[in-house]
């Protein structure tokens, strides 16, 4: 059944989107929320890449159970204050090396499912990990949230051209479908020495700094290849709360700032 008011008390919808698969969507997807998070914002993170449901690991929350209430599914909640609630299909895998092997129909039930049958409650943002590309599930998941204002999209790509001109064609489809642009991060930009903390250009640079200029859509920061997120990841580990001098911390705090300037435009 449809319930609209499970998304009622959320404030803000952020869709991190990238036109390409292994660009780092989870990573950014929950390194964002954990900054929103100690920002004092109250965060939800919906993880509708359905064949590669990772937030979960990345948040330390794997083998934990999503349970019913009278409006719905409730989502995990990740801390003890409660303040960062998470769902993915991964909560619902017998296995969790189980692969999900459905047609499209079954894909898209689930999306209209998680967006209007989890009880997230207050919300200051939910921040959707979407899956690569621009396929039918984009347009299930952009179409179940367009009721609900306001609704951005945080673009992600890495510095190489191959994925840059991939990205573009997401921010095309962001266009097509009148989905408004938060801004572009450039992910695995250069990689940053644990022992100097020197940046080392190991792909290339820039390229999404130069896609967003093109595209007429704010930058808001590149994002570096970085040990310590790395293994705070594979740990699930609050990497913004343990790192606070590394090189992707300022990276990923100075991107939330951004995102909460640049989410209040959207409401006009």
């Known amino acids: 059944m449809w319930k609209p008011e499970n998304l009622a008390g959320v404030r803000n919808i952020i869709l991190v989107l990238s036109g390409k698969g292994g660009v780092g969507k989870s990573t950014i997807s929950t390194e964002l ?3 929103l998070h100690h920002q004092g914002k109250k965060v939800g993170i919906l993880d509708v890449d359905l064949c590669g449901p990772s937030i979960p690991r990345m948040l330390r929350a794997q083998g ?5 209430c009278d409006h719905g599914w409730v989502p995990v909640f990740v801390d003890q204050e409660q303040s960062i609630s998470l769902m ?3 909560f ?5 090396d189980e692969a999900v092997v459905w047609r499209g129909p079954k894909k898209h039930a689930l999306i209209k499912q998680f967006v209007s049958d989890v009880a997230w409650g207050e919300l200051d943002y939910l921040v959707v990990d979407t899956p690569p590309g621009t396929s039918d599930e ?3 998941t952009v179409e179940a949230l ?3 204002r306001p609704l951005g999209a945080l673009v992600v790509t890495t510095p190489q051209a191959v994925s840059v001109g991939d990205v573009r064609r997401e921010l095309t489809f962001c266009r097509k479908t009148g989905l408004q642009v938060i801004g572009v991060v450039e992910n695995m930009s250069g990689f940053a020495c644990p022992h100097c903390a020197e940046c080392t250009n190991v792909f290339s640079r820039g390229g999404g700094e130069e896609l967003a200029q093109l595209a007429g859509v704010p930058f808001l920061g590149s994002v570096p ?3 310590q997120l790395t293994r705070s990841l594979e740990e699930g580990r609050d990497f913004i709360q343990e790192f606070p001098k590394s090189t992707a911390y300022a990276a ?3 991107i939330a700032q951004k995102v909460l300037h640049r989410m209040p435009a959207l409401h006009s």
């Open 33 to 35: 929320a954990l900054a």
């Open 64 to 68: 934990k159970a999503v349970h019913q």
């Open 88 to 90: 993915s299909v991964g």
């Open 92 to 96: 619902l895998l017998e296995n969790p």
């Open 138 to 140: 984009h347009m299930t």
């Open 146 to 148: 367009r009721p609900y």
């Open 225 to 227: 290849l970085d040990p």
């Open 252 to 254: 990923l705090t100075s």
